[in-house]
DNA sequence: GACGTTGCTACGTCTGTCGTAGTAAGACTA
DNA sequence: TAGTCTTACTACGACAGACGTAGCAACGTC
């Protein structure tokens, strides 16, 4: 299984998180899950870059957390998409239709 | 007109680099003209990016350079690809499709 | 009793992109 | 003829995002 490298898929990290946020609130160690899921394996994010997105886009209130629990008690930190986020997210569907577009016309084999 | 930012692409520019040297020689000046036109305008490579760019690629052996001369006489640093470059661009088209996929699924709206 | 999973935090490093600046020579414009 | 635009770069330092490594803690499983 070839599996997609951090450099290419760097800059949509974000969007991708907000992707899942958009579904109801979730935590770090189930938005890595999903995202591994949903990429079939192929993408798997670092946890260090998925806490320090988290913090990102909380500082620019694309997010916000608050403190729950896990089925057996333990603290966990869960966040929440806002609208600014909802907006943010919306821009970079759209960016990404350029963008792809763009990147298509420099790909041929 | 949108833009596209530098982060959603960052990753790309050597695969772009690359795609326009693989139909032939070229330097610098010729090659940011290139992308803008290729992409509608949509997109400007920086200089010190492009440039930083042909370094790197070098010292990975992606590219060679040789001087040449402008139609004036000017100096100019001519850019070819070498055949490590021409599989790093499959490669890198491969993953391309794999990203894309991916990504695609994180989008909507 | 060790290992795997869950759920994080801390710290320092690296890479690619960028801002700013400077150089230089020809071309075009007022 | 002076000033600006285009061409064609180089140098230097800053910054953001991703990463490697490490550590901690509680629970479940073998």
């Keep these: 299984m070839t599996n997609i490298s951090s450099d290419v898929i760097r800059g949509y990290n974000d969007t991708m998180i907000l992707f899942l946020l958009r579904l109801g609130p979730s935590y770090g160690y189930e938005i890595s899950k999903k995202i591994k899921e949903l990429s079939d394996g192929k993408y798997l994010i670092k946890e260090t870059t998925l806490y320090s997105a988290f913090t990102r886009m909380e500082n620019k209130q694309l997010i916000t957390s608050y403190s729950g629990e896990s089925e057996t008690g333990k603290k966990r930190t ?7 986020g909802e907006s943010y997210y919306r821009e970079r569907v759209e960016e990404w239709n350029l963008t792809k ?3 298509e016309k420099f790909i041929a084999v």
Excluded: G, P, S
């Design 101 to 103: 577009d763009v990147i």
């Design 78 to 84: 869960y966040y929440r998409i806002t609208d600014q």
